[in-house]
């Protein structure tokens, strides 16, 4: 079994090292220098080893001191870190977001800042996943899911409705600047979600290009490796406006038609509704309802 030690003599004998004196280390311990000279001299006789030289009024470090001291305060620091996490957590209340990756990175993150300023008693933890959240299930808080609100037994806060728009890099810009829409629609690599697959079709009929047929597809089954396809040129995007604003604004992307494919149904963040009543829920929940 490994040798406890005393912690008070521990603490001196660290203190003292650092400030140099047992006078200094005794205001910082809130103890006389007496106390904290016998604290030394008790954990020197535990130790069997020789901590400091004595050289009249003054204590200087052994080598082994020296060493001693460095490793203890570094373990003071953790004990502290440690401390300061534990009361952190008591004083935050965590609730648990499980959604679609793209929407984490894509739209949410990038406003989590301002809900951290406003709601610093609200730990937010993040958990991505593409099937349809299951309370029973899952152990999360809030989940996300498509379509029009209405699911018996979820309390649902709608996000934003689909707003679609077709998007490329600035070499598919150049391209379909030269073609006709007809053209450069049917000669170009759609790429397709593998779980929105009316999507283009839907955005066709909008445009009025129903009657194109695509010659080149790749299906996808995430949105992220759509929008990587996009910046690297591999094909033409359909993705949700919100999604790449920034992208839009900064050049990295361009609309490469006017149209855009908007429909009732969305996304929402859904939650049981007693789970609706937690205070860090509703707090969540207002913040989101006041976003772009």
């Given at each position: ?76 620091e953790l004990i ?91 070499g598919l810009r ?119």
């Amino acid at each position: 079994m490994r040798r406890l030690l005393p912690l008070n003599a521990l603490r001196a004998f660290e203190t003292v090292a650092r400030t140099g004196t047992l006078t200094q280390a005794g205001e910082e311990l809130l103890v006389t220098p007496t106390a904290v000279g016998r604290h030394i001299k008790n954990l020197e006789d535990i130790l069997g080893i020789t901590l400091f030289e004595r050289e009249g009024g003054l204590l200087i470090l052994t080598a082994q001191g020296r060493q001693y001291a460095r490793s203890l305060g570094r373990a003071f620091e953790l004990i502290a870190d440690a401390t300061d996490l534990l009361v952190g957590s008591k004083t935050r209340t965590p609730i648990t977001l499980r959604a679609y990756t793209t929407f984490l990175v894509r739209w949410l993150i990038p406003k989590l800042p301002d809900f951290q300023r406003v709601h610093p008693e609200v730990e937010l933890r993040l958990t991505a996943a593409f099937d349809v959240v299951d309370f029973a299930r899952d152990a999360v808080d809030l989940g996300m899911r498509y379509g029009d609100g209405q699911w018996p037994g979820l309390h649902a806060t709608p996000l934003f409705s689909d707003e679609l728009v077709v998007v490329g890099n600035a070499g598919l810009r150049d391209r379909f600047a030269s073609l006709s829409a007809e053209e450069a629609f049917a000669t170009s690599t759609l790429l397709v979600h593998t779980l929105r697959l009316d999507d283009w079709p839907d955005w066709f009929e909008v445009a009025g290009l129903d009657d194109i047929i695509p010659t080149h597809q790749m299906p996808l089954d995430d949105m992220s490796l759509i929008y990587q396809g996009m910046l690297d040129g591999i094909g033409v995007g359909l993705t949700q406006r919100c999604y790449v604003e920034q992208d839009l604004r900064e050049g990295r992307l361009h609309l490469l038609s006017p149209n855009v494919l908007r429909r009732q149904r969305g996304f929402h963040l859904v939650c049981l509704p007693e789970t609706a009543r937690i205070p860090a829920v509703q707090a969540f929940l207002s913040w989101l309802a006041n976003r772009d």
